[in-house]
């Protein structure tokens, strides 16, 4: 039989590699963004996907059918995706790809609220607290990049809001549909919601929605922003499988580590002390969140003395 810890170390392991892969599609998606419109390259994430999705699903795949219920919340998850990486690669196109991740580490405090506001789960005054002090933390990131590089510095912030909704879908869906399907339907939904989009921008001829022919290399990295989402969104489907989200939330902020190491390694970029600051207090905060949860869990798991006793 296999027992709890058993899955949850393939569930770590799984974080981990969304960790690692994930800053690929957004330093790809910094590369690209010096040609192609940020509508272009989020539409070529879901084009890319779908077309690498499609084999596994029909090899793997313990079946594509879907029920009405399975089709509204892969609309849903498709549509906050879209959201997140379109405000995601706009902030990253202008700014360093560490302030831009360090700004939306406010995920998990935004995810406490929407637990309040939509299931009712109890915040008590430390972790509203901690969430006051993670945003301040933040604070110390934005008001840098606000004055060097305007409101886009503020995109963070969206894509925070965005991604937590995102995992919370995830979370729901991991329960009722196998994380193969789950990928290439989420992708060619969100293909056919970004097409529309992309025809608007090019009639309207909005910049960020235009619509270019890519040149060279531009071509490479649009792929590889499609070919790192699907690797690193599969880690991190399979990893919600198997672990709890308050067990693999920690392991989220190591995605810091891998976003200064290709910040630095391909464009230069290396965090200033204040954002470091920043990054220091988003983290901790974020931590004694995470963990006041799981003592949470831990109380409501802990069985009521009976009168005998």
């Known amino acids: 039989m296999t027992s709890y810890t058993d899955r949850i170390l393939p569930g770590v392991a799984l974080m981990l590699g969304f960790c690692l892969f994930a800053p690929l599609i957004d330093t790809a998606a910094k590369l690209a963004s010096a040609t192609v419109p940020v509508g272009q390259i989020t539409t070529a994430r879901y084009v890319v996907q779908a077309a690498l999705m499609l084999p596994i699903?029909?090899?793997?795949?313990?079946?594509?059918?879907?029920?009405?219920?399975?089709?509204?919340?892969?609309?849903?998850?498709?549509?906050?995706?879209?959201?997140?990486?379109?405000?995601?690669?706009?902030?990253?196109?202008v700014m360093p790809i560490a302030d831009a991740l360090a700004i939306a580490f406010v995920e998990p405090f935004i995810l406490l609220f929407l637990g309040r506001l939509m299931f009712g789960d109890e915040v008590g005054p430390r972790r509203i607290g901690a969430s006051v002090v993670g945003f301040?933390?933040?604070?110390?990131?934005?008001?840098?990049?606000?004055?060097?590089?305007?409101?886009?510095?503020?995109?963070?912030?969206?894509?925070?809001?965005?991604?937590a909704l995102y995992m919370l879908v995830t979370r729901q869906m991991s329960r009722e549909m196998h994380p193969v399907p789950m990928q290439f339907h989420t992708a060619w939904v969100g293909m056919i919601l970004c097409l529309p989009l992309m025809a608007i921008g090019a009639l309207t001829g909005t910049e960020s929605l235009g619509l270019v022919m890519p040149q060279g290399t531009a071509w490479a990295y649009l792929v590889a922003v499609g070919a790192a989402a699907t690797v690193s969104h599969m880690f991190m489907t399979y990893a919600l499988k198997f672990a709890p989200?308050?067990?693999?939330?920690?392991?989220?902020?190591?995605?810091?580590?891998?976003?200064?190491?290709?910040?630095?390694?391909?464009?230069?970029?290396f965090p200033?002390?204040?954002?470091?600051?920043?990054?220091?207090?988003?983290?901790?905060?974020?931590?004694?969140?995470?963990?006041?949860?799981?003592?949470?869990?831990?109380?409501?798991?802990?069985?009521?003395?009976?009168?005998?006793?």
């Open 57 to 93: 699903a029909l090899v793997l795949g313990p079946g594509l059918r879907l029920t009405r219920r399975g089709l509204m919340l892969v609309t849903l998850r498709a549509l906050v995706s879209i959201l997140a990486t379109f405000t995601f690669v706009w902030a990253v196109s």
């Open 136 to 163: 301040g933390g933040a604070l110390l990131v934005i008001q840098p990049s606000l004055a060097a590089f305007g409101w886009v510095a503020l995109m963070p912030l969206s894509t925070a809001l965005f991604f």
């Open 245 to 269: 989200s308050a067990t693999l939330a920690p392991l989220h902020y190591l995605e810091i580590v891998s976003a200064v190491a290709l910040g630095y390694w391909v464009f230069g970029d």
């Open 272 to 309: 200033k002390p204040l954002t470091w600051a920043g990054i220091a207090v988003i983290v901790a905060s974020g931590l004694f969140i995470i963990h006041r949860e799981r003592l949470t869990a831990r109380s409501r798991l802990r069985p009521v003395p009976s009168a005998a006793e």
